[in-house]
Structures are given as C-alpha cells and as structure tokens.
C-alpha cells in the first residue's frame, strides 16, 4: 500500500486530533445562534446542487490574492487598488463565512472537526486582512502589505483544509452523485 502524503497526513492528524474536537465546541458555543440561524438561511441552499459556500470563496481570495499581488508587483501607484480589494474581500467575507458555518452545522466527525480548524484559520486570516486594511487607511503601506501577506499564507492553509473537506470528502455535495446533469 502506498504511503499517504504529507498533506493527507496532516488532514487525517486534523480530524483525529482531540484539540480540534475541542474547538469545535467552543465555536459552538461562541458562535450557536449564529450557526443557527446561517443554517437556515438563503446562503445555505441546495438549489445549486452543491454549496454556496465554495463558490463564495473565489470571490474572497482574489481580492486577498490581488492585494497582496499589487503589493509586492505594482509599486507604490497600485495602493489605492491593494487597500480597495483588501477591503472587499474582507466585505466578502461575511456572507462566504456565513454560508460556511450553515454547511459547518451539518458535518459531524472528522469532517466537523476538519471544519473547525478551517474556519478558525479563515477567521485569523480575516483578522489580519482587517489589521491590514486599517493599516493601510492610517498611512501604514508596509505594515498593510506584511499583514496581508501573512493573512494570506494563512488563508492558504485554512484554503487547503476547506478544499479538501469539499473535494476530497465531498462535504460540499447537496444532490446525489446518481442524479444526472
């Protein structure tokens, strides 16, 4: 048999690990009426056949992706568009957030576990894409482009769990794989 990947590894040490459990309740708790009410609403749809949630995703990271691309690319004359796409992805955020934790509240095991730590991720990859919006309002161009930078590497590893909980273990599915297009 071959051997599983770092990555795969990594995702399984996620699931099985009694910290993420831990996690998961606490979101629970923090955030319950919230989950709640995100699970009921219009971003938590099967009408698509698939979840919202992945979709809204795009729109989020390419603004962060773009941010942090004009940052390091375009000089100081593209620091209007950085702060600008900061700025919307962070407003993007939210209704991709919220979709996420509709989908969350409906996954139990690995998966919910795997989820936990996916959106604590996104959640500190939010929290540094704001430092690095207000950073950037209050003339801190460097101090906005490290804090972008960082929320992105972040997003990336919270991406990754996200994608795989979508992808692999099809967590993102809301019709049967028999039904036909």
Do not use: K
Not at 66 to 81: F, H, I, M, P, V
Request: charged share 15%; aromatic share 4%; with cysteine.
């Amino acid at each position: 048999m071959a051997s599983r990947s770092l990555p795969q590894r990594a995702v399984r040490a996620v699931g099985d690990s009694p910290l993420s459990e831990r996690m998961a309740r606490a979101q629970e708790l923090a955030y319950g009426p919230l989950i709640e009410w995100a699970r009921r609403s219009p971003l938590h749809t099967d009408v698509l056949g698939h979840s919202l949630h992945p979709s809204l995703t795009d729109v989020t990271t390419g603004c962060w992706l773009g941010t942090s691309l004009l940052d390091l690319a375009g000089g100081s004359e593209s620091r209007r568009g950085a702060t600008l796409l900061a700025g919307f992805g962070l407003l993007a955020s939210v209704p991709t957030a919220l979709a996420g934790a509709g989908d969350w509240a409906e996954l139990s095991g690995a998966e919910r576990r795997i989820g936990a730590v996916h959106a604590l991720g996104m959640d500190a990859a939010t929290f540094l894409f704001a430092g690095s919006l207000v950073a950037r309002l209050r003339g801190g161009h460097r101090l906005g482009t490290g804090l972008a930078v960082a929320g992105n590497l972040v997003m990336a590893g919270a991406g990754f769990l996200g994608g795989h909980l979508a992808l692999h273990r099809g967590t993102a599915r809301r019709t049967s794989m028999a039904e036909p297009d």
